[in-house]
């Protein structure tokens, strides 16, 4: 079984700056494309960030030139690197990746986290 798990959340001020971490654990083969989405009250979930296995990154307009995204592949762990965090950043952020479960595996299947709370207030 395939656990995603975040950490890093928190209440920060505005301006400030938070680090979330997903690690992947459990029995799987490989790791494909991984991202971060959020979701607002009232709102739908959109992607933050997003880097695929060889490092290409690419982000919602909204965070470009605050946010940075990355992974250690050899800890099977993502990163977002979260700076000049403002109120509108506040939301559920949980991590996704494709992973496929064994080399005979047919595909790659799509794990999430169960998010973790960003809030972002004075």
């Known amino acids: 079984q395939v656990h995603l798990v975040e950490s890093g959340g928190g209440l920060v001020q505005p301006g400030g700056s938070l680090r979330l971490s997903c690690a992947a654990s459990?029995?799987?083969?490989?790791?494909?494309?991984m991202g971060w989405y959020r979701q607002a009250p009232g709102k739908q979930r959109e992607l933050v960030a997003g880097?695929?296995?060889?490092?290409?990154?690419n982000y919602a307009d909204s965070v470009k030139g605050r946010f940075a995204i990355s992974r250690d592949n050899a800890k099977n762990t993502l990163y977002l690197q979260m700076n000049t965090l403002r109120p509108e950043d506040t939301a559920v952020y949980s991590c996704?990746?494709?992973?496929?479960?064994?080399?005979?595996?047919?595909?790659?299947?799509?794990?999430w986290g169960q998010g973790t709370q960003v809030t972002v207030s004075s």
């Open positions: 880097v695929s296995t060889g490092g290409s990154t």
């Open positions: 996704h990746a494709q992973i496929k479960l064994s080399d005979s595996w047919p595909g790659y299947g799509n794990y």
């Open positions: 459990g029995s799987f083969f490989s790791i494909r494309d």
